[in-house]
């Protein structure tokens, strides 16, 4: 048997990205069984200097604590170095324990290919031995049955994150829909300056914080669900919403494209013009959703999350097996 110590301080909390990433390849892996996996949060941190384990896993973009195990960790992007925090001490935080890892992991993972050639530039690794091993799709994502309650709308799943492009979206809307014939719904939080560009935008929007069941019926519903991101390591919300049977206009940033794999209308980051356009053709042409939607749905059936739990399986056995 490999006794797997896991980083899961975030576990409980982290209900974006990486806690979707690592609550999915924890269920796989569980199913493995040669491993025997221990969750590390802060009610048994204090004990590790007595516990034994022939590999840990970092999930969190990091190495937060060391245990004397071989270490795989997963980087999910480079945004900690790429879009840097304004503050120096958010930043210290933020960068202090991805280069720990760079120094001392046995392995590191991540999420596309496209990360990995980021990963490695900022780091100064070697992008071939960043092995690349995707998210894996909960079953819990599919169309949900459409309600026709609420008005015509496009959904945009949003961040406090400068990079998630909130501002030049708003923008986009206004122009593509003068007449407030289709509402945003965006659902998440805002930075400051992006609230007050919404408050600006003479736009119908609306404001929300769904649970997964609600985001799925949000997903599912959606004229469009828009993506504008300028950079994302993997581009999760967009595979969510693929799965839920949506039409998605995506920015060609990134790891947008990689992940979106010919399935979503593809539009630069940078030019409002091209995503009004964008966003008036989707919401005005039944037929071009259509075909959106079933290149959404032919997408997801194109992932393997089976592969992504056996890459992460054999890895573990592979560093733990090396360390013996």
Request: aromatic share 6%; with cysteine.
């Amino acid at each position: 048997m490999i006794e797997v110590g896991v980083d899961a301080l975030n576990l409980a909390a982290d209900r974006r990205g990486m806690g979707r990433y690592a609550r999915t390849m924890l269920a796989g892996l569980s199913e493995q069984p040669d491993l025997v996996l221990t969750l590390i949060d802060r009610s048994i941190l204090g004990e590790l200097k007595s516990r034994r384990f022939d590999v840990m896993w970092y999930p969190w973009n990091g190495i937060r604590f060391t245990p004397s195990a071989p270490k795989v960790v997963t980087i999910h992007d480079p945004f900690a170095f790429t879009q840097a925090h304004s503050c120096i001490v958010a930043r210290w935080r933020e960068q202090t324990p991805i280069r720990r890892a760079a120094r001392i992991a046995r392995s590191i993972t991540t999420v596309s290919r496209w990360s990995a050639n980021e990963i490695a530039r900022v780091l100064h690794l070697d992008a071939a031995a960043i092995e690349v091993i995707p998210p894996i799709l909960d079953q819990f994502w599919r169309p949900a049955p459409l309600e026709r309650t609420m008005h015509p709308y496009v959904l945009f799943v949003a961040g406090r994150e400068p990079r998630k492009n909130a501002s030049m979206l708003f923008a986009a809307f206004e122009r593509a829909f003068p007449e407030g014939d289709v509402l945003l719904v965006v659902a998440g939080a805002l930075s400051r300056i992006d609230c007050a560009a919404l408050d600006r935008a003479r736009i119908v929007h609306k404001r929300v914080a769904p649970n997964d069941e609600a985001l799925r019926a949000l997903y599912s519903g959606a004229l469009a669900v828009a993506v504008p991101s300028i950079a994302e390591g993997y581009g999760l919300m967009a595979v969510e919403a693929m799965a839920c049977g949506a039409a998605v206009i995506a920015a060609q940033a990134a790891a947008l494209p990689e992940v979106c794999d010919g399935a979503a209308l593809l539009v630069s980051a940078r030019d409002p013009q091209a995503w009004s356009a964008a966003l008036q053709s989707v919401a005005a042409n039944d037929g071009l959703r259509l075909k959106l939607r079933e290149r959404s749905l032919e997408r997801v059936t194109r992932l393997d999350s089976e592969a992504s739990v056996r890459a992460m399986a054999e890895l573990l056995r592979r560093v733990a097996k090396g360390a013996r």
